[in-house]
Each structure stands twice: as structure tokens, then as C-alpha cells.
């Protein structure tokens, strides 16, 4: 058998259903490029039919990613397998994934069918996707829940008609390990033809048995595994990669398996994909939580003082982590900057060295000295903001009062034109200038969510402001960083309006697309299996 593990990533499809704010194109480009430095063998780029803008971003990350492959997903729906197929036709080499539910509650309940016709349904979609590519994957929904009986039935006449890959999802999270590994097993003792297909599994983690799971699928002859980075996703979330592919490499004494994944580019994606997303990484989260490789205990500390391999079993580099470091001032030069830059793993195509270096310098004039994480920082910041920008702040002051009013006056350029506006509340200096931002806009926005946190360590820490807001019904997410808190939640909300400017923009051109039509998209439900 082989030992080689196919890694699946769908953070894109399955982990982007689940944030409080959909990711614009430039976004999703970035995750895709991060995760195809990782080593993900696959990566599910969307849904193409569910929006235009959905089908815009598969169409563009399908003409940029070159070494992993693409992959979107579709019903067992003429028009989402065609809608696929475009999108992804730019990809030299791409995966259609076709699903659809096998089990009694679904078929029953949801889809009122009998299992004659869903496969019939099945093998009608894989022979219409098989037009489009011989890369064709298929998902029996609710597979965990479905009768031996019928999942071997499905499985071996889909093969005949030409799947190469079969996916098993526990769609629910309702398995356990020895659950999965039974059903894995049955398949390979019942099903015929299945040495002719890769087998799959795409776990949740509704009762936190995801990685679990997915490593007895493993054991059980599974060569490809389905997750997310971090494990977001749908309600618990899914599996969480980067606990996987850690315990192939740490196991492989058990497991008798490996990947093709960077190992060292975990941690750098994990971050990457956490500031994006807007998902905060949990301190105790496995691998790549802050807590991951952190020792309190006075017994601890003794024994990794004498040898790391007493209370760890991997080593930090081994992902991509490193000590941070005392680095820089406002004297150290551009070549200074991309050297750090270069030691914290990031390439010259991951920021632009000219914005970075102006914000580094703006930093270190306050700072006076600047570490790596602010560096770090300071890039994400920039490459999420780096796209045309309709609304720039040009100058804002505030005066507040203790348990009083407080009044902001703002100077915001709108297009060409400078607009200024002042704004007194009782709740305080940043409402003051969102009041005011406001004003000036017009857009009716309400604001959802407000967190801020302390990027680095110390009176001097550089505060990062991320809010929520929903505007006509769609939810935005805005960034902000900045030393003055309120500087960076003025950032925060700018940076909002432009998300929104810019939905506004694209929502024109894509009502030129006549590739779509008003009937066909934007009104499906979502499935997660």
C-alpha cells in the first residue's frame, strides 16, 4: 500500500463558510500561495456556483497556483459542474468534487429519494465532470451514518465510472476512531475495484474526535486526508492539518506513512491564515498555539534546561518557530529589514519591501527599537492592504473626558476630494471618530465586533484593532495597527470602508458576467459534509 499521504486542504471552501466575514479575492490568493509553499498536494478553492464572486476567485487563484493542485466543489447539479469546470479551466491540472448524501436520514429527509436514484444522480455528475477532467472526487455525505451495505454498493460502481478519488466524511463529527476504521476497512475487504481509487476521509470535530479520527482512517488504509489549517470551519470546525500532518512525521514509527508538506512551513501559514481569517489561535492549541512549546513548571523547565527531549517531543524549528529576537532601529537600513524578513522565512513576493520599510521606519521612530514580530506584523497589515483604496485618513484628533463627552474631528480623503467632519458621544473617543467616519460615508453600518490586542510585549507594543461590521446585510472585516489605540481602530474602520467600496465595485462588473444568470447563483443553500 501506498505510504505516501495525500493532503487535502479546504480552508478555502469549507473553512471560509464559517468566518464571520468572507475573504475578498486578493485575500484568498494569499492563502493560496501560502498553502501551496506549504506542500498541500490539493487545494479546494470554492464553491463556484454558489456566487459570481466565489467563481471569480476560483477563476483567479486557478490561474496563479502552479505546483499544488486546484480543486472545487460542486452538487450532483449540471450547472455547479459546469460552473466548475470554467472557473478552474486556466489550471493546467485540476479536481472536480462532487458530492452528494448517502445516508437514510438524508436521503429520506432531505433529498426524497431512494438510494436506486441517488446512484444514478452519482454516475450521471461523475460522467459529465469526467468532461471536463480525469481528476474526479466524490463525496458519499454523511458516509459515517450510511449502511455498510449500501457506502460499498456506491463506492464500487463509482469507481467503475472512473473516480479516482472517494471520499468518506464523517459529516456530522458523530464518529469515533474505531467507528471510522471500521468502515475504512470494510471498504477494502468488500469493494472489488477499490485499489483502482484513492480512499479519503473529511472529519468535524463536534465532539473533538476530528484528528483523531482521521488518523485511524489513516491506519486503516486511507491515503488521503481532508482539513483546514487550524481546524476552522463549520460549527466545532474540521480537522485540523497541521495536528495531522505533525503526527505522520512524529509517528512515523506507528504510522508507516509520510507527506509531502514543508514541515517548516506550518507555523508561518497557521499565522498567516490565522490574521486573514480573523481567528485567533488559541494559547493551548497543538502545535501552533503560543503555549505549544511553553514550560511552567519548575520540574519542566529543569528537565528541557538538560535535554528539550524530556518534555518535548518536537522541536520548535521543526515547524517553522523561532526565538524572537531584539533586532532593529530606526538607523538599520532596507537590506537590514529583508534580512529579518528572510530569517523569519518570508520570501520577497510574500510583502512589499518598500511599504514595509516606510512603516518600519514610522514604527522605530516611535519604538525606538523594533523586534521581529513587529516586523511580521507590520507585513500582514500591508499586504492586506495594499489594494486601491478610495478612503484615506489624512488627519484625526480627539478630546475626551472621563465619565464625559467625547469629540473627534476627522480629515478622510475620499476619492480625490478631502471631507471633514466632527462627532461628540458618551461612549467615548473611538465611537467619537467611527461616528464621524460615518457621517462623512453615509453607510449605514453597525458595528458587530471590537477586539484589540497587543501585537509584541511591553508599554511600547504595537495594538492591533480588528472589527466586525454588517453593512446592507454582509458582514466586513476591517484591520487596524498602530502604537495609539485609537489610531488603530480609526485604521480599522478606513480600511472597512474600503472593503466595502471595493464590494461595491466588483458587485458592478459582476453584473456585466452573462456567464451567470440571476436564477443560478447566490440562492443555493450551503451544504458542509
Not at 25 to 53: N, R, T
Not at 246 to 251: S, Y
Not at 423 to 440: E, F, H, K, W
Not at 486 to 491: K, V
Request: hydrophobic share 40%; aromatic share 6%.
Amino acid at each position: 500500500m501506498n505510504s505516501k499521504v495525500i493532503i487535502f486542504d479546504t480552508t478555502l471552501r469549507d473553512g471560509e463558510q464559517a468566518l464571520q466575514a468572507s475573504l475578498s479575492v486578493k485575500e484568498k490568493l494569499q492563502i493560496a500561495f501560502s498553502l501551496e509553499k506549504s506542500g498541500i498536494d490539493i487545494i479546494e478553492v470554492g464553491f463556484p456556483i454558489s456566487s459570481p464572486g466565489d467563481f471569480k476567485s476560483v477563476q483567479t487563484i486557478s490561474k496563479n497556483i502552479k505546483k499544488s493542485r486546484i480543486c472545487s466543489l460542486a452538487r450532483c447539479v449540471e450547472k455547479d459542474i459546469d460552473a466548475a469546470g470554467e472557473a478552474m479551466s486556466a489550471s493546467n491540472a485540476f479536481r472536480i468534487h462532487i458530492f452528494l448524501a448517502t445516508s437514510s436520514l438524508h436521503m429520506e429527509s432531505k433529498l426524497r429519494k431512494n438510494f436506486n436514484e441517488i446512484i444514478d444522480m452519482a454516475i450521471f455528475s461523475v460522467k459529465k465532470a469526467l468532461r471536463y477532467t480525469d481528476d474526479v472526487e466524490f463525496s458519499c455525505e454523511d458516509a459515517s451514518r450510511t449502511t455498510m451495505d449500501n457506502l460499498c454498493r456506491i463506492v464500487e460502481k463509482l469507481i467503475d465510472t472512473g473516480v479516482k478519488t472517494i471520499n468518506i466524511p464523517d459529516t456530522v463529527g458523530y464518529t469515533i476512531p474505531n467507528e471510522l476504521s471500521f468502515i475504512i476497512k470494510n471498504l477494502f475487504e468488500r469493494v472489488p475495484n477499490i485499489h483502482k481509487s484513492i480512499i479519503s476521509v473529511h472529519c468535524h470535530n463536534d465532539l473533538g474526535m476530528a484528528v483523531g479520527n482521521s488518523i485511524s482512517a489513516i491506519q486503516a488504509g486511507a491515503r488521503q486526508i481532508e482539513g483546514t489549517i487550524n481546524g476552522i470551519g463549520e460549527r466545532a470546525g474540521n480537522t485540523a492539518l497541521e495536528e495531522v500532518i505533525m503526527a505522520i512525521k512524529v509517528r512515523e514509527d506507528v504510522l508507516h506513512v509520510s507527506t509531502n508538506i514543508k514541515h517548516k512551513e506550518i507555523y508561518r501559514t497557521s499565522q498567516i491564515i490565522s490574521q486573514i481569517c480573523n481567528m485567533p489561535i488559541p494559547s493551548n492549541k497543538a502545535i501552533v498555539g503560543s503555549n505549544a512549546f511553553a514550560h511552567s513548571s519548575g520540574i519542566h523547565q529543569d528537565g528541557v534546561l538538560k535535554n528539550r527531549k524530556n518534555y518535548e517531543i518536537m522541536e520548535p524549528s521543526s515547524i517553522g518557530l523561532k526565538e524572537v529576537k531584539l533586532n532593529l532601529t530606526s538607523r538599520s537600513g532596507r537590506a537590514a529589514v529583508k534580512h529579518y524578513m528572510d530569517e523569519m522565512g518570508y520570501k520577497e513576493s510574500d510583502y512589499n519591501i518598500d511599504e514595509l520599510y516606510t512603516a518600519f521606519l514610522k514604527l522605530a521612530d516611535k519604538k525606538g527599537q523594533v523586534f521581529d514580530y513587529d516586523l511580521e506584523a507590520l507585513a500582514f497589515i500591508n499586504k492586506q492592504q495594499e489594494e486601491l483604496e478610495h478612503f484615506c485618513l489624512k488627519f484625526f484628533s480627539v478630546q475626551s473626558i472621563s465619565n464625559g463627552l467625547s469629540t473627534a474631528s476627522v480629515k478622510l480623503l475620499c476619492g480625490k476630494k478631502i471631507h471633514t467632519e466632527s462627532s461628540t458621544t458618551t461612549n467615548g473617543p473611538v465611537d467619537a471618530v467611527y461616528q464621524a467616519l460615518y457621517r462623512i460615508t453615509h453607510f449605514p453600518i453597525i458595528l458587530q465586533k471590537f477586539q484589540l490586542v497587543a501585537k509584541g510585549k511591553g508599554k511600547d507594543a504595537l495594538g492591533q484593532v480588528d472589527i466586525l461590521v454588517e453593512y446592507e446585510k454582509r458582514k466586513f472585516h476591517g484591520i487596524g495597527l498602530a502604537t495609539d489605540i485609537i489610531e488603530a481602530s480609526a485604521q480599522a474602520m478606513v480600511n472597512v470602508l474600503n472593503n466595502i467600496w471595493r464590494a461595491q465595485e466588483v458587485n458592478k462588473k459582476l453584473k456585466t458576467l452573462k456567464n451567470f444568470k440571476k436564477n443560478s447563483i447566490g440562492k443555493i443553500p450551503v451544504y458542509i459534509f
